[in-house]
């Protein structure tokens, strides 16, 4: 089985920042795009990534990024990295990382951000 650690949650205050990581085996993290999903508390997995990034480093980004998140990949440490600015309580979710690997679902663990005054 293909292992992904994520990390970099954490419980923060109003307009803080987190920055996430999702680190892949190098097989896997030099050959598909890689995405951010978020769970809201009490809620399902959304079907529509909050971010992701593909080989050449092209970005998207769903509404909730709102101009302030950073997706980026490094090629040196296989990582995925998210960058959350000025956090607001309505960002609380789990966030898990995602490859777009056409044969099968390859999910992270989650990490959990929390933003609370």
């Known amino acids: 089985q293909v292992t992904l650690v994520e990390s970099g949650g954490g419980l923060v205050q109003p307009g803080e920042s987190l920055t996430l990581s999702c680190e892949a085996p190098?097989?896997?993290?030099?050959?598909?795009?890689i995405g951010w999903y978020r769970q809201l508390p009490g809620k399902q997995r959304e079907r529509d990534p909050v971010?992701?990034?593909?080989?050449?480093?092209?970005?998207a980004y769903g509404d909730s990024a709102n101009g302030r998140f950073t997706i980026s990949r490094d090629p040196v440490k296989n990582t995925v990295w998210m960058h959350m600015n000025s956090l607001q309580p309505e960002d609380t979710a789990a966030y898990y990382c995602?490859?777009?690997?056409?044969?099968?679902?390859?999910w992270g663990q989650g990490t959990q951000v929390t933003v609370s005054a």
């Open positions: 995602y490859i777009y690997r056409p044969t099968e679902a390859l």
């Open positions: 190098t097989d896997i993290f030099t050959k598909y795009t």
């Open positions: 971010a992701r990034v593909n080989l050449l480093g092209q970005v």
